[in-house]
Nanobody, 125 residues
Framework: QVQFVESGGGLVLSGGSLNLSCAAS????????MGWFRQAPGKEREFVAA????????AYVDSVKGRFTISRDDAENSIFLQMNNLKPDDTAAYYC??????????????????WGQGTQVTVSS
């Protein structure tokens, strides 16, 4: 069964950039919608972004629109999250996941499984 490993997190100043990677192994992502989520201490997991299986459509939570870009490279069996103009409120552990439902559900942050272990993003003022 598929496993995911996130990488690319770190400590950055406000206004800085990071590019997160999520590498899949043990299975392909090419037939699935994919997404990024984040969770800060003491808060619920939050949907961040999704990309359709074809890569033709993307969806974002309002707070990251214009700053974050989700992409995929099926040949590398990976998805990415380019994060620009980072803010302290972006501080969280970031997770990638594979969707099991329709694009309508996936683009709203619903019906995901096969979660990765997370990578920490910390943004300081």
């Amino acid at each position: 069964q598929v496993q995911f490993v996130e990488s690319g997190g770190g400590l950055v100043l406000s206004g800085g950039s990071l590019n997160l990677s999520c590498a899949a192994s043990g299975g392909t992502i090419s037939e699935y919608h994919m997404g990024w989520f984040r969770q800060a201490p003491g808060k619920e997991r939050e949907f961040v972004a999704a990309i359709r299986r074809t890569g033709a459509h993307t969806a974002y939570v309002d707070s990251v629109k214009g700053r974050f870009t989700i992409s995929r490279d099926d040949a590398e069996n990976s998805i990415f999250l380019q994060m620009n103009n980072l803010k302290p409120d972006d501080t969280a552990a970031y997770y990638c996941a594979r969707a099991r439902g329709t694009w309508g559900r996936s683009s709203a942050g619903d019906d995901y499984d096969s979660w990765g272990q997370g990578t920490q993003v910390t943004v300081s003022s």
